[in-house]
């Protein structure tokens, strides 16, 4: 009966990260390209003083997500991390 109502979370896309892909972003994430449960990330962390603002802002996965956690890391030392699992 209520089909029509599920939410697909491995696809569902966040509202931010909607934003983020109206800006001109990939809707993938930009560490490892998946397409399964994106996520708004903060660049510079909140926590390390970052804004809480699109600038501040890209794609990623939950799990790329998890790796990074708050940390201040580029892009390409994340990358590399990820290799790792
Ligand atoms: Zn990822």
Redesign the pocket.
Known sequence: MNKGNEVNYMFYIPKRVQVLVSNGCKAV?V??G?RKYLSFDHIIPLSKDGKDCNSNGQI??K??NNIKSDRLITLNDLKKEIKWY
């Open positions: 994430c560490c490892c998946s990623l996965c799990s790329c």
